[in-house]
């Protein structure tokens, strides 16, 4: 299989699973919590390329490490998660910065498609497609409570246990992302695509279903346009998102 | 009549800080009993404790076997959902309703279906308080549990909700606990009412007899003045 191929549908799958994703996350106001995970990730990105094993491990690694001590932090101290964000997104950059030289940090910045491998494509196929279900079963209880949790719990959802399902998910994708798009832009990925179909969507459905589809498209369009001129994909991916999300204004309800 | 709920020497805290104190009570098949009480004295931690929301220190609390309850939490507003693209026709979904079951329960709070194309964030308090109450009642529960169900409505709104809940509590037996600041209502409905005074127990009986500017004052602190009308 050619590279490009691998790629494509490597970026495919994860428009897809990230847009769908990306719609719980516009509506917990949790948007932003993509952004810190990827920086998370970011050291055990530089890692991988530094000692030359797979990127996704590294990446999931560091944010798994980085979640707990943010738990940790959260539990012991009585320091804002703002604040706690914040600290976590300069401390993660700066240690990947030490790790790797700036001047070869580019694809753990905005991400290499040319490092997908066929093991991370069927890594990607066999984690986006579980989370998809995982995340379709889970969908209209993540909506009760992102309504109300008292009401959630009340029709019988275990909101600990779908919050904590839904963040390991989220991580997942995260470390998914750091090829295509590098670990500073995974949280557009899931925010443009949502908040794209926000505008252009009356019910839940709709809304789903666009954000699905600007997620995949604009990989996919990154992808080929990236193919045909000497920008990396990456910052292609988002671009087309953007654009996406500036034509849902002009349609927007 | 049969018990429906049966609380015994109840203590709950927060965070170290005690919110109810050795509360006793019992709601009977078919009451509608309202908790009165002024601004943090307990009352929505009660009806959270009550349904397992917020576990309690010591005591005990009894629920008939196989109970429905149905439950109306405090202050959700449209426009905290403003941003979600939910159609009421959704909100309704989550419970795997299907369209007659809508239909149903919004004849039952007087509302048209064309609604339920709407988005849920976008519909006045009144629509949406009453939407909330179709949704609760759409399980056809025994009991209701509601945490001043019409904050954020004018007077007309507000009285068409209790006239509502009053209705199906008179169709379908149902039991009602009810928390509101609203004395008229509390005397007009309630079958009980029990005063919370700092978590405690401050007065318990018939509305006629609570009522009264006496236990009023000795509840909320000040002078309250409660004209009785007479229907």
């Known amino acids: ?56 491990l590294g990446a999931l690694l560091s944010i798994g490490i980085g979640a707990i001590f943010i738990w940790y932090l959260k539990v012991k101290t009585e320091i804002s998660m703002e604040a706690l964000v914040g600290l976590v997104f300069a401390s993660g950059v700066a240690l990947s910065f030490l790790i790797l030289p700036i001047d070869k940090a580019e694809a753990a910045l905005v991400g290499d498609i040319s490092l997908i491998t066929f093991f991370d494509l069927l890594l990607t196929i066999i984690i986006t497609a579980t989370l998809f279900l995982l995340v379709k079963k889970i969908y209209s209880k993540m909506i009760l409570i992102e309504i109300s949790e008292d009401l959630a719990q009340v029709e019988g959802v275990n909101v600990k246990k779908y919050n904590l399902l839904y963040l390991i998910a989220i991580a997942l994708i995260v470390a998914l992302e750091v090829k295509l798009v590098g670990g500073l832009m995974t949280v557009a990925m899931f925010i443009i695509p949502a908040a794209s179909a926000q505008n252009i969507s009356r019910n839940l459905k709709q809304y789903t279903r666009a954000s699905t589809i600007v997620g995949s498209l604009s990989a996919f369009l990154g992808i080929i346009i990236s193919r045909f001129t000497s920008f990396s994909a990456g910052p292609l991916i988002i671009t087309v998102a953007t654009l996406f999300f500036i034509l849902t204004l002009i349609f927007k309800r | 009549m049969e018990e429906i709920l049966k ?56 629920w008939k076997d196989q109970i429905k309850i149905g439950y109306l939490p405090q202050g959700l507003t449209p426009v905290k959902i403003k941003s979600l693209p939910l159609s009421v026709k959704d909100f309704f979904q989550l419970k795997q309703k299907n369209e007659k079951e809508i239909e149903r329960v ?11 194309e709407k988005r849920l964030g ?91 500017p006496q236990s009023l004052e000795k509840l909320y602190g000040t002078e309250i003045k409660f004209y009785k009308h007479i229907h």
């Not at chain 2, 009550?50 to 576990?55: A, C, D, E, F, H």
């Not at chain 2, 919004?106 to 064309?114: F, H, K």
């Not at chain 2, 169900?149 to 169709?171: A, C, H, M, N």
């Open chain 2, 7 to 62: 609380v015994k020497n109840l203590f709950v805290e927060l965070e170290g800080e005690k919110i109810i104190e050795d509360l006793s009570f019992v709601v009977k098949k078919g009451e509608i009993l309202t908790i009165l009480g002024p601004n943090g004295s307990g009352k929505t931690v009660l009806l959270k404790t009550l349904l397992g929301l917020i576990p309690f220190k010591k005591g005990k609390i009894v």
């Open chain 1, 1 to 56: 299989m050619s590279q490009f191929l691998l790629s494509l549908i490597c970026g495919i799958s994860i428009g897809i699973i990230a847009g769908y994703l990306g719609s719980l996350m516009l509506t917990k106001r949790m948007a932003l919590i993509g952004g810190p995970l990827g920086h998370l990730a970011l050291p055990g990105i530089a890692l991988a390329l530094f000692y030359q094993f797979n990127i996704f």
């Open chain 2, 106 to 116: 919004l004849n039952l709070v007087e509302i048209r279906s064309q609604i339920l």
């Open chain 2, 122 to 212: 976008h519909l006045s308090s009144g629509q949406f308080q009453r939407v909330l109450v179709a949704w609760v009642l759409i399980d056809n529960p025994d009991v209701l549990i509601f945490d001043e169900p019409t904050t954020g409505i004018d007077v007309g709104g507000e009285q068409t909700i209790y006239s509502l809940l009053y209705r199906f509590w008179k169709e379908k037996q149902a039991t009602v606990i009810l928390v509101t600041h609203d004395l008229n209502i509390v005397y007009k409905y309630s079958s009980n009412v029990l005063c919370l005074h700092k978590g405690s127990l401050c007065c318990y009986g018939k509305p006629q007899q609570i009522l009264t």
